[in-house]
């Protein structure tokens, strides 16, 4: 099975969609990236076979620009599974990934025979993970355009304190759980309602942690607390 | 102050808005295809608060909403149940519109408000096959908008033929 990992965030570094994806492909340990050739990556999923018949490669790539080369449109057309991690915007798709879908959607949609899989993963700087619901049936709007299979859609609440905690501690079980969930879904090639999760703190907790980061970070720009509410 | 949102292109715009659309009571944002996407830096809450660190012709948007105290009105071709990438982009490049922090809001969390205008909601989906579960995401999708700017949904309408605004916006 050829897995591409899509992330949506514009952020060149340290998206939380990139941190997902990470914590996604470690579980899938038997599946290697494929090589810039096309090549078998002779990873141990077929033994000795390095012909590239197991076919389980993974690859990631990175949509932070409205639009996709066509190499990685036409690898991407070669894939079974699509799994897409991005950021909530405004309660739906950051528009330059709402771009590259439509590309995608031009690309794909003549290949109608080809069996493909969609799983996605919103994640939002608020606390309740079922806010990601519309970005989520969205993705699965644009599967039915597209002719292709949606299989699952998780929402993450509260993102990026959940994916920089480390993965053995408590307060990640929900995410580890969803996460396992999501890869097992992927490699059975199953389907699923969406699932959501919240951060495992209080909200209240949350909120606060929240307002205290805002204030910290425009202090080191040198600006003051008050200018947080700024007006225009 | 009226605002009017739409990614008709400006032979479409011309032919099809009424001319009250470009008066001094109502501000148009079209694409005048330079628009560059936000890039999630957050900048217009703690580098240049109220305002996008993109300066390009779309920079500001979150000081017109602010300007926004009657309608809104959108006019989108709908995407998967949402908007535009254009119309989309806007939205995306207006968030310093609310204020970075948190408040509950219908019992969910949402950002705080950074102004004090208040302005109802009207959006226009068009195109031509648009699925009921294109509209049922739309129809959920504007609520929420209107639930994080903290305004009211006045009217959310779905149209095959993009000709037909000329009536609906009179």
């Given amino acids: 099975m050829k897995i591409a990992l899509i992330n949506g965030s514009p952020k060149a570094n340290g998206s939380v969609?990139?941190?997902?994806?990470?914590?996604?492909?470690?579980?899938?340990?038997?599946?290697?990236?494929?090589?810039?050739d096309g090549a078998c990556c002779t990873c141990s999923t077929c033994g000795s076979d390095t012909s590239g018949a197991c076919g389980t490669c993974i690859n990631t790539y990175h949509f932070s620009k409205p639009q996709i080369?066509?190499?990685?449109?036409?690898?991407?057309?070669?894939?079974?599974t699509l799994v897409f991690a991005f950021p909530l915007y405004v309660d739906g798709i950051p528009s330059h990934l709402?771009?590259?879908?439509?590309?995608?959607?031009?690309?794909?949609?003549?290949?109608?025979?080809?069996?493909?899989?969609?799983?996605?993963?919103?994640?939002?700087?608020?606390?309740?993970?079922?806010?990601?619901?519309?970005?989520?049936?969205m993705m699965q709007n644009w599967c039915a355009k597209t002719r292709l299979i949606w299989g699952h859609g998780l929402g993450i609440g509260g993102g990026g304190s959940q994916a920089a905690i480390p993965e053995t501690h408590p307060l990640k079980k929900g995410f580890s759980a969803a996460m396992n969930n999501m890869a097992n879904y992927i490699s059975n090639g199953r389907a699923a309602d969406h699932a959501f999760i919240d951060p495992a703190i209080p909200r209240i907790l949350y909120k606060i942690g929240g307002a205290m980061g805002w204030r910290q970070q425009i202090k080191v720009n040198g600006l003051k607390v008050r200018d947080l509410s700024l007006r225009k | 102050?009226?605002?009017?949102?739409?990614?008709?292109?400006?032979?479409?715009?011309?032919?099809?808005?009424?001319?009250?659309?470009?008066?001094?009571?109502?501000i148009v944002i079209s694409d005048d295809g330079t628009i560059r996407n936000c890039v999630g830096c957050f900048g217009c809450w703690i580098k240049t608060p109220a305002a996008c660190v993109i300066r390009d012709n779309y920079g500001d948007l979150g000081?017109?909403?602010?300007?926004?105290?009657?309608?809104?009105?959108?006019?989108?071709?709908?995407?998967?149940?949402?908007?535009?990438?254009?119309?989309?982009?806007?939205?995306?490049?207006?968030i310093s519109y609310v204020h970075p922090d948190f408040v509950i809001r219908n019992k969910e969390m949402h950002?705080?408000?950074?102004?004090?205008?208040?302005?109802?909601?009207?959006?226009?989906?068009?195109?031509?096959?648009?699925?009921?579960?294109?509209?049922?995401t739309a129809l959920e999708l504007v609520q929420a908008n209107a639930d994080n700017f903290d305004c009211t949904v006045r009217k959310v309408g779905f149209i095959k033929d993009i000709s037909e605004i000329e009536e609906l916006i009179k």
């Avoid at chain 1, 080369?69 to 079974?80: G, K, R, S, T």
Wanted: hydrophobic share 35%; proline share 3%; aromatic share 8%.
């Fill in chain 1, 17 to 36: 969609s990139a941190l997902i994806l990470q914590s996604l492909r470690e579980r899938f340990p038997d599946h290697q990236e494929q090589r810039d």
């Fill in chain 1, 69 to 80: 080369n066509q190499q990685d449109l036409a690898e991407l057309a070669a894939c079974d």
């Fill in chain 1, 98 to 137: 709402l771009s590259c879908l439509s590309q995608m959607e031009g690309y794909l949609k003549p290949l109608a025979s080809k069996e493909m899989r969609v799983y996605a993963i919103v994640n939002c700087g608020f606390y309740e993970g079922r806010q990601n619901q519309h970005a989520l049936d």
């Fill in chain 2, 1 to 26: 102050m009226k605002l009017l949102i739409h990614d008709l292109e400006e032979s479409q715009a011309k032919a099809l808005l009424p001319a009250s659309a470009s008066t001094d009571n109502t």
């Fill in chain 2, 63 to 94: 000081e017109t909403l602010a300007k926004c105290d009657d309608e809104l009105v959108i006019i989108s071709e709908c995407f998967y149940g949402g908007f535009s990438p254009f119309v989309k982009n806007v939205m995306d490049r207006a």
């Fill in chain 2, 111 to 136: 950002h705080k408000r950074r102004y004090r205008n208040h302005f109802d909601l009207t959006v226009w989906f068009y195109g031509a096959d648009i699925s009921e579960n294109e509209k049922a």
